[in-house]
């Protein structure tokens, strides 16, 4: 029994607003205050990247939240290196008591996570991991923009990396930069035409299928024979028939692909990172997040994780603890309201024992989109849902 899809977007859509010319983006803080960046297909392949650049792999241990997603691990594997979990305390922050407990000559790398947006303790953080000689991969994936201490996020660590999908309204990217390093690549490569199209393609339906751009819609795929036409003659001249052409983390999959490795992020994708509003991207998310923490504060059954928003916080969601979610999560899917739940899945072997936080927040933890491109009536219809179910309960 699958759920309807969301009736509003989980993601941000391209949209004209999108493309507000008369801010001013100028210093917006991102991961891209970094020296050095390289967009590719996606977060993950970022973080095998990474471990390229780090030279990690057999025989080396990296250290990683016991509160993850398998995109975050499976780089990692994937390298040959071999994971351990640390704990996280119930506030998403890093347990550096744990970390230290678990250092031995084979640990190479702290990978640790600004969940939501929200960061850790990166001064900490950053001693710790130079007391220790160990590398420090910033994951960004919750958090393009931001910063801690006056300093973008993402600058502290060796390297960092981010998820482009999570703010920007396109299908595929994710970057690996670098403050401290030179990226040593090979020149990045297209993944083909056919990945070029698709990523094209992607970006406006899922814009035209959320009710965006009706305008262009009309003028681009009026005659929906349009679309097919262009994307048999790619499959055939790219002969991509068989191959899927999409990173895995575009459709939502936890899938790992090494041959996404040293592609770079669709020409699309980059146009847009390039040429949407950043301000306006940074501005109408903490907005959003404002308003959702004001109309779901107090109500029974729930609580929000953080208890407030300061002021150089850039939300990815609005994190949500809930008591019953076995009961909340199936009637809001139903509503066809958007719930991420980051963190659901943990690897393999990380319980309780391991952890206790994660497996709380991977239990109750649901995040409810925050994003730029949700329009004021498409919130408010969101709030009145999940408010009715907690006041029903
Ligand atoms: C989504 C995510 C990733 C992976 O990013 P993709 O672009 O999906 O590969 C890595 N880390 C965290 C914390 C994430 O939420």
Request: glycine share 8%.
């Amino acid at each position: 029994m699958a759920y309807p899809k969301p009736k509003i977007p989980i993601q941000p859509v391209l949209s004209l607003e999108s493309f507000n010319l008369n801010r001013d983006d100028g210093d917006v803080p991102s991961v891209l205050h970094a020296r050095h960046a390289k967009f590719v297909t996606s977060g993950r392949i970022a973080i095998a990247m990474a471990l390229q650049q780090m030279g990690i792999g057999k025989g080396d241990t990296v250290m990683l939240p016991a509160y993850h997603c398998p995109a975050m691990v499976e780089p990692v594997i994937w390298s040959g290196a071999t994971p351990i979990f640390y704990k996280i305390h119930p506030d998403t922050s890093v347990d550096l008591n744990d970390v230290q407990g678990k250092l031995d000559a084979s640990v190479k790398l702290l990978i640790v996570a600004h969940y939501f947006g929200f960061p850790q303790d990166l001064l900490k953080i950053s001693d710790f991991c130079n007391q220790h000689a160990l590398y420090l991969l910033e994951d960004c994936a919750h958090c393009f923009f931001g910063k801690y201490k006056n300093k973008p996020l993402g600058t502290y660590g060796d390297y960092a990396i981010a998820s482009t999908m999570k703010f920007f309204p396109v299908y595929e990217g994710g970057c690996l930069v670098s403050d401290r390093h030179h990226i040593n690549l090979s020149p990045l490569n297209s993944a083909g035409l056919g990945f070029e199209v698709k990523a094209t393609l992607n970006t406006l339906e899922k814009s035209f299928e959320y009710g965006r751009m009706k305008w262009l819609q009309k003028i681009l795929f009026a005659p929906m024979w349009l679309k097919d036409f262009i994307w048999k003659s790619v499959k055939r001249k790219a002969s991509l028939g068989k191959v899927s052409i999409g990173p895995g983390a575009s459709d939502g999959g936890f899938g790992f692909e090494a041959k996404w490795l040293g592609k770079q992020s669709a020409f699309f994708s980059r146009y847009l990172i390039k040429h949407v509003s950043r301000a306006r991207i940074v501005s109408e998310r903490r907005k959003n997040y404002i308003i959702l923490q004001e109309a779901l504060s107090g109500l029974p059954g729930c609580r929000p994780l953080f208890s407030g928003l300061p002021e150089d916080v850039i939300p990815q969601v609005f994190p949500l603890i809930v008591n019953e979610p076995e009961k909340i999560f199936p009637i809001l899917k139903n509503a066809g309201v958007p719930i991420i739940r980051f963190g659901e899945f943990l690897w393999d072997g990380v319980d309780a024992t391991v952890c206790s936080a994660s497996v709380d927040l991977s239990r109750h933890l649901l995040q409810f989109p925050c994003h730029q491109e949700l329009r004021a009536e498409e919130q408010a219809w969101m709030i009145a849902q999940i408010r009715k179910v907690f006041l029903s309960i």
